[in-house]
């Protein structure tokens, strides 16, 4: 390989701004998987208290849609985080690969996690979507 050293670290260094945003991305959305994960166990610990009294039929049924819902957000919260992981897992390969091989290897590596990047926006996007029909559904 011929490139110079400065030029080598400028090629493997660049891979860390995707780095970057990937780890804001998964800040912000592991704290909202968080956040639907313990809706979902307050939830249905209210639907099991409800379901042995009987006694608020309309609180009973509200949770019975906003249970399937909330978890749906909680698999597409889930399937974001894992894309956003396996990018930051590819672009972490790349810059290690970079300085060993001319092949296109390293630009593989780096569209296949950009590829992940936008594979998790999707999932947190739909996720956003659902969670507006949620707050419909609560305010009826």
């Not at 493997?12 to 956040?35: D, E, H, K, T």
């Not at 509200?62 to 396996?86: C, H, M, S, W």
């Amino acid at each position: 390989m011929d490139v110079p050293a400065p030029q080598l670290i400028v090629q493997m260094v660049s891979p860390a701004v995707m780095l970057s945003a990937c780890g804001l991305m998964l800040l912000g959305l592991g704290n909202r998987y968080g956040r639907v994960v313990d809706r979902i166990r307050a939830y249905s610990g209210e639907w099991r208290e409800l379901k042995k009294l009987a006694n608020d039929p309309d609180r009973l049924r509200t949770l019975e849609v906003q249970l399937p819902d909330l978890f749906r957000r909680g698999k597409l919260l889930r399937n974001a985080v894992l894309y956003f992981n396996i990018a930051i897992f590819l672009f972490v390969v790349c810059s290690f690969v970079i300085p060993l091989t001319d092949a296109p290897l390293p630009l593989l590596l780096f569209c296949a996690g950009m590829a992940c990047v936008l594979t998790g926006t999707l999932f947190a996007l739909r996720e956003t979507l659902l969670s507006f029909r949620l707050l419909k559904l609560e305010l009826e």
